[in-house]
């Protein structure tokens, strides 16, 4: 049986076609895919996103136990509330997941991680945990007492919207810079997104969720499914755990280098075996030029050699095609490739992979 | 869900008009436009191509997946709709009015074949 979000029940009533995504019966969409990307890129949308798996990880030794755990350095926060996108790797450089972890003081943060790989992430933490005994619990988020649901609200209006749905908390996250996260009674509201465009994630109690909603939707904000949700992010070049990257991947073939510290001299899980592995490839963005649809694992053709459509779509935005792939180091932002689809060979362009931006085409 | 009575069907859900000129109407079912979302291309057969029956015959893709279109009939494609390429979110608005192609049947009997509402309409309360 497939596990539910608190939110289900209004999802249905309003209307939403529902999928099983990773297990959990999640909307694709409440009418048309295409109506709601706009209504993220022009005004407002919300996103159930209550099935990915907030962690909190406390104790004193946090901070040691996260700077070991993750390829991006846990020192880099040291402002309350601000937050940090990773990866953790396993011992062989590939991404076991991507996550956000949040900074909320010494000895207490907050990672948020994906619904599919949630269980096998948390039986990995616990293992880590054990093999280097290090004083840290960790309390997964998503169900018993203590349950968080979460709504994402993305848009350039995303802000006002949420401030009009509940002028409470506007003096808590008026003045929170993107990438903060700030408590307002029991929401952690977070500038955060995966939409490229302005926007809070909510997280609070799974019962306070329906009457949040509600306010949302009575504010003029458009619900939105998981179908838009993957345009807007490929739109902005964002990658899709699963997709883009998964155990197998490193992440510096994976576009995620820059998620990556391989400066600072401390020790991570995957560190010695990205060392010894170079990139193999580059992680790029496709422009088809004719009329089709980009799909994942179309065959690309360069002069350079062969790669392979990670990601691909139709985006809303600029009314064509648009990938994510996974191209021969030789290959040059601005060459022409080809994508094998069906029978036949078409033209596309090779451009850097963040397509569309705050409303704004960028490629 | 709409399901017109004076049209044909096949089990891939596509739907046929019969023309009085004995050409087929085909295009895809509101219930397949439903199940696709919001279509963004159309890719169309040749006009004078071949195919055998259930032969792809043509495409359609919605954001999030394409679909195969097939020949409801062996026979010989006669006209394309280029309104429908040009425009695929004709199919979310109307898809019993944009239809994709027609077809000459080789062989008219070959008509018989097909499902009708009722028989269309089961399938789909069974899938």
Known sequence: MMQKTVLNDIHRRSGARMVDFGGWEMPVHYGSQIDEHHAVRRDAGMF????????????????????????????????????????????????IDDLIVYYLADGNYRMVINAGTADKDLVWMKSRLDDWQLAVTLTPRREGAGALAMIAVQGPNARQKVWDAQPGCRAACEALQPFFAALSGEQFIARTGYTGEDGYEIALPADQAAGLWEALAAAGVQPCGLGARDTLRLEAGMNLYGQDMDESVSPLDAGLAWTVDLVSPRDFVGKAALLARPPQVQFLGL????????????????????????????????????????????VAIGDRVEVAIRDKLLAASVVKPCFVRHGQVLV | MNIPADLKYTKNHEWIRSEADGTLTVGITDHAQELLGDLVFVELPAVGAEFAVEQEVAVVESVKAASDVYAPVAGTVVAVNQATADSPELVNQDAYAAWLFKITPAAADDVATLLDAAAYQQLVDAA
């Not at chain 1, 991006?72 to 926060?77: M, R, S, T």
């Not at chain 1, 179309?298 to 809303?316: A, D, K, N, R």
């Not at chain 1, 792939?325 to 030789?330: D, E, F, K, T, V």
Request: charged share 20%; aromatic share 4%.
């Open chain 1, 48 to 95: 159930d996103v209550s099935h990915m798996c907030s962690v909190d990880i406390e104790g004193a030794d946090a901070a040691a136990f996260l700077r070991r755990l993750i390829a991006n350095n846990i020192d880099k926060l040291t402002v309350a509330g601000k937050a940090l996108y990773s990866a953790m790797l396993n011992e062989d450089g590939g991404v």
């Open chain 1, 287 to 330: 422009v088809l030029s004719e009329r089709g649809v980009l799909r994942a694992h179309q065959q690309v053709i360069s002069e350079h050699g062969t790669g392979e459509i990670t990601s691909g779509s139709f985006s809303p935005t600029m009314q064509q095609a648009i990938a994510l792939a996974r191209l021969p180091l030789a």
